[in-house]
């Protein structure tokens, strides 16, 4: 079983950034689909970033494109997502979410963590 734990979330001014990560205890995440996903307050939970396990390549929703960043670290026990350029629309609850040999994410994937919170205001 896959336990994946977030942190880095945090207080943040309109224009700054935060990098969050999200540890998987005890496994490799070589053969995992890894989503990065928010819930922003009164609003449902989005997809924001989708890494591929099946062939390697990261996808971002439009909302994060170009200022969002995935990354897996060497170990490949971590990811980390990168934000910049941070906006009051991006505050939410963020989670990461896991799932074997996933080429895609989804609200339905099996592994999820319990979230790191992001307030962006000035």
């Known amino acids: 079983q896959l336990q994946l734990v977030e942190s880095g979330g945090g207080l943040v001014q309109p224009g700054g950034s935060l990098s969050l990560s999200c540890v998987a205890a005890?496994?490799?995440?070589?053969?995992?689909?890894i989503g990065w996903f928010r819930q922003a307050p009164g609003k449902e939970r989005e997809e924001i970033v989708c890494y591929s396990s099946h062939v390697g390549s990261t996808t971002y929703s439009v909302s994060v494109k170009g200022r969002f960043t995935f990354a897996r670290d060497a170990a490949k026990k971590t990811v980390h997502l990168q934000m910049n350029s941070l906006s009051p629309e991006d505050t939410g609850f963020y989670f990461c979410a896991g799932e074997g040999y996933a080429n895609t994410c989804h609200e339905n994937m099996s592994y999820w963590g319990k979230g790191t919170l992001v307030n962006v205001s000035a």
């Open positions: 005890g496994h490799n995440l070589d053969y995992y689909g």
